[in-house]
């Protein structure tokens, strides 16, 4: 039988050897070419130099960055593109390639090779869950490596915080990790006093970027696990970064009224996620972002803005409100009570 001219396995190929372009990145990364070719390194024997590796290997990577689009080529030279510049040297204050570490490492990997196993049991099928390992190194390195990914959306959740800039306020960080959310409250609120609560070895580099941005002073640490740890109350603002999606939404109610019990009675709540339209296949970053939580927890999602919604007024929260935060692929919630 004759197939449609327009009919092609382009995308059936595409996505089938995706996995060779990350690892290409990744090794593009580890080896920091983009930074040695931003130096002046710009040829396949320069950058071999500058790299400690062959020629003939650097030769084969640059040629498939240009292939891919990360570079581009003239004769034997090699030159960034303007979002490489941006975003993969090293010495630009926009880097981001250490997120590669953490979304190409092993522990985040591995849930996609027996995805099938996932899919046949509705969760994750790796056994254990390093995600409520106290010792998991997994989320320092999330901590450490994400943070310039999240600077952006930091800054728009402090904007969305909405009070008086001189007004005192007492903020808290749920998941902090890296701590990016609360310290740009606090960079913009002078007056703001945050309090992140993540796992213990995780705090410690919140507290570092909490010095780095100049408001150690104004930050402190409740390390424990966010479902146990008493928080204490009369929060101003709770802010909640890409926590919900791990659980189910039972398990999310629990908590949220927890948060309804620490927030004072003006408070609010800014929940920052990444939220499919109902159809479940629009926007594609937060359609996509559901199935690595079916790799990854044993009952997380990626939840609409009515389910999130319904989880919120189920706590006790009567106010709530969706907030996209285009062009970026995460969604705020702000609830009141």
């Known amino acids: 039988m004759q197939q449609p001219a327009h009919v092609t396995p382009e995308l059936f190929w595409d996505t089938m050897i995706a996995f060779q372009r990350s690892a290409i990145l990744k090794t593009a990364v580890e080896l920091e070419i983009f930074t040695h070719i931003a130096k002046g390194q710009t040829t396949a024997g320069t950058i071999a130099e500058a790299a400690g590796a062959a020629e003939r290997?650097?030769?084969?990577?640059?040629?498939?960055?240009?292939?891919?689009?990360?570079?581009?080529?003239?004769?034997?030279?090699?030159?960034?593109?303007?979002?490489?510049?941006?975003?993969?040297?090293?010495?630009?204050?926009?880097?981001?390639?250490?997120?590669?570490?953490?979304?190409?490492?092993?522990?985040?990997?591995r849930g996609f090779e027996d995805l099938t196993g996932a899919v046949r049991r509705g969760g994750s099928a790796i056994s254990g869950d390093a995600s409520m390992d106290p010792e998991s190194e997994m989320w320092v390195t999330f901590a450490r490596a994400m943070m310039p990914l999240m600077f952006p959306t930091a800054q728009r959740v402090a904007e969305h915080v909405g009070f008086d800039a001189d007004r005192k306020l007492k903020v808290l960080d749920i998941a902090a990790g890296h701590g990016i959310y609360g310290i740009a409250v606090a960079q913009k609120y002078p007056n703001a006093v945050v309090y992140g609560t993540d796992w213990g070895n995780v705090l410690t580099v919140a507290e570092e970027n909490a010095n780095k941005f100049g408001v150690a002073d104004r930050y402190h640490t409740i390390p424990g696990n966010a479902f146990d740890t008493d928080f204490g109350g009369d929060y101003d603002v709770i802010l909640v970064p890409n926590f919900l999606h791990h659980f189910d939404p039972a398990d999310n109610e629990k908590f949220i009224r927890k948060l309804h019990a620490a927030l004072n009675d003006s408070g609010k709540v800014i929940t920052a996620e990444f939220v499919p339209n109902e159809d479940r296949v629009s926007p594609p970053p937060a359609a996509m972002f559901a199935v690595?939580?079916?790799?990854?927890?044993?009952?997380?999602?990626?939840?609409?803005?009515?389910?999130?919604?319904?989880?919120?007024?189920?706590?006790?929260?009567?106010?709530?409100?969706?907030?996209?935060?285009?062009?970026?692929?995460?969604?705020?919630?702000?609830?009141?009570?």
């Open 57 to 109: 290997g650097i030769r084969i990577i640059c040629d498939s960055l240009t292939v891919i689009g990360f570079l581009k080529k003239t004769g034997t030279e090699y030159s960034l593109t303007d979002s490489t510049a941006a975003f993969l040297d090293k010495s630009s204050p926009a880097y981001i390639g250490g997120a590669v570490e953490f979304i190409l490492s092993p522990q985040q990997k």
């Open 292 to 337: 690595v939580m079916l790799a990854a927890t044993p009952a997380g999602d990626a939840y609409t803005y009515p389910e999130l919604k319904q989880m919120f007024e189920n706590a006790g929260f009567s106010k709530n409100e969706s907030v996209p935060l285009d062009p970026m692929p995460q969604h705020l919630v702000i609830s009141m009570k």
